[in-house]
């Protein structure tokens, strides 16, 4: 039968790719232990109350009240709360006067028909098969709750399902036909850190867009839709974050926050990016990096662009920031390789003929001598590191790096060295020189960012335009 109506599922991020629960069906949730089940299906019972005033009920065969409550607590949901207003109750079935399906179904019917919630939890279904005596019962259990709790009473119900290490199946392979829909929960684990993966095999009477994606647990639970293409209107000038006599910050808070107040002045940064980030998704985290530099002191800003990326595009780039057209020709100089060049340029644009390592680093030298001298400041240096290395090769782009990270911390200003990934032999040598190492990375379509050094959580990437600007706000990942 397929569902005519779907009632949301109040957890946030859920409901836009998918377009709620089937009204008074069954929801079946599934994972390993330590997946976020619990998390997940009280985050369903919780907001139903806060946002859309429908009451809750959870049955727990494994946990008390009191575990429940202060877990739930400790993760953003107040259930204690809840229960004060009459839109919770907890129930535990740790104990039954009597084993086998019978004696469940109906202290569960009862206590059901009397609580009359519009969102049941029943935690869990494989808890709940211990108490069988006859593997037959399984069957009898599942039809008898779907006809007598779920559908007679209208109430839209989530049962979990552990999902045993080394198993594949959910359950006992008949419970998926009987749900309307099927939500598996996985934990993944890349470079040492946790992430979190929703994966939607089965939505009965809706079609599933976004079949995998990616959630978190910090603050109850939040599912991460796939980053749409960035489009970005700008109606206010980038605020710059304050900075200090030793730090200069990031122009993002969480990350000044994780990498131990900003960075310390004279560093060298490596931005590591996947292939296959657009322009726009990785200039959303370099951004602020680069604006609040400028923008805090007036200082300037030395580009030689990545691979793929022309001075044009540098220009407008800057613009989006609240960097005017007058201020351009005093702030800003991009490099450009005198072999891609083919029209007249502005002023502010550097002809550059690559020679040696040693040459082109004493014409970059002359051109910063002379925007200290104009501004009274160091500049910023950008470098694309897989142009450089398409001019120089590794040995030589290695031997400007050596020469960069010794003449930034000379001056206490900031580089950011950004590498694509195209040359990853390299990367590894890189990696020492840099005081701080940074990562992005696609899953699933969401955009994670974390350090390597030093050593952060992964964080979700969101665009944040609240501020008339753009800027990320950074989502850890629990």
């Given at each position: 039968m397929v569902p005519s109506v779907f009632v949301p599922s109040g957890i946030n991020g859920l409901d836009a790719i998918i377009p709620g629960f089937p009204k008074g069906d069954l929801i079946i949730v599934a994972g390993r232990p330590g997946t976020g089940k619990t998390v997940f299906s009280a985050s369903f019972i919780y907001n139903g109350a806060v946002k859309y005033g429908?009451?809750?009920?959870?049955?727990s065969l494994s946990e008390s009240r009191e575990s429940f409550l202060q877990n739930m607590k400790s993760l953003g949901l107040n259930f204690e709360e809840l229960e004060k207003r009459g839109l919770f109750e907890f129930v535990e079935f740790l104990t039954l006067r009597e084993?086998?399906?019978?004696?469940?179904?109906?202290e569960m019917v009862s206590i059901v028909e009397e609580s009359k919630p519009k969102r049941l939890v029943i935690d869990s279904f494989s808890a709940a098969?211990?108490?069988?005596?006859?593997?037959r019962e399984i069957r009898v259990f599942l039809h008898t709750l779907f006809s007598k709790v779920i559908k007679r009473l209208n109430c839209t119900t989530i049962l979990i399902e552990e999902i045993p290490y080394g198993e594949s199946r959910i359950g006992y392979g008949f419970e998926e036909f009987v749900a309307s829909a099927i939500i598996i929960?996985?934990?993944?684990?890349?470079?040492?850190?946790?992430?979190?993966?929703?994966?939607?095999?089965?939505?009965?009477?809706?079609r599933i867009k976004?079949?995998?994606?990616?959630?978190?647990?910090?603050?109850?639970?939040?599912?991460?839709?796939?980053?749409?293409?960035i489009e970005v209107v700008m109606f206010n000038r980038f605020q710059p974050l304050p900075e200090t006599a030793q730090r200069y910050s990031t122009g993002i808070k969480q990350l000044d926050e994780a990498i131990g107040g900003g960075i310390k002045r004279g560093s060298t940064v490596l931005v590591e990016v996947d292939p296959e980030l657009t322009y726009e998704q990785y200039h959303l985290v370099v951004d602020p990096i680069m604006s609040n530099y400028v923008f805090s002191a007036n200082r300037p800003l030395l580009v030689i662009p990545s691979a793929g990326v022309?001075?044009?595009?540098?220009v407008e780039h800057v613009k989006k920031w609240g960097i005017t057209e007058d201020m351009i020709p005093k702030l800003i100089r991009v490099v450009e390789p005198i072999k891609e060049i083919y029209e007249e340029l502005p002023p502010f644009v550097v002809a550059w003929e690559p020679s040696s390592p040693e040459k082109d680093f004493e014409k970059l030298i002359e051109l910063e001598n002379s925007l200290i001298e104009s501004t009274q400041h160091p500049p910023l240096r950008f470098i694309g590191v897989d142009r450089v290395i398409h001019y120089h090769g590794p040995e030589g782009a290695l031997t400007l790096a050596n020469l960069d990270v010794t003449r930034t911390r000379k001056l206490g200003s900031l580089t950011i060295w950004l590498s694509k990934g195209i040359y990853p032999e390299l990367l590894k040598r890189l990696?020492?020189?840099?005081?701080?190492?940074?990562?992005?990375?696609?899953?699933?379509?969401?955009?994670?960012?974390?350090g390597l050094k030093p050593r952060t959580d992964f964080y979700f990437v969101e665009l944040d335009e609240s501020k008339g600007y753009p800027i990320p706000r950074l989502i850890p990942i629990k």
């Open positions: 429908e009451k809750g009920l959870y049955i084993e086998g399906s019978r004696s469940l179904l109906s098969v211990h108490h069988f005596k006859d593997p929960l996985r934990l993944r684990f890349i470079e040492g850190r946790l992430i979190r993966e929703l994966t939607i095999p089965k939505l009965r009477g809706a976004v079949p995998v994606t990616c959630f978190t647990i910090h603050d109850g639970v939040t599912v991460f839709s796939p980053q749409k293409p022309s001075w044009e595009d540098v990696i020492p020189l840099a005081s701080i190492h940074l990562k992005l990375i696609d899953r699933n379509g969401c955009l994670i960012l974390y």
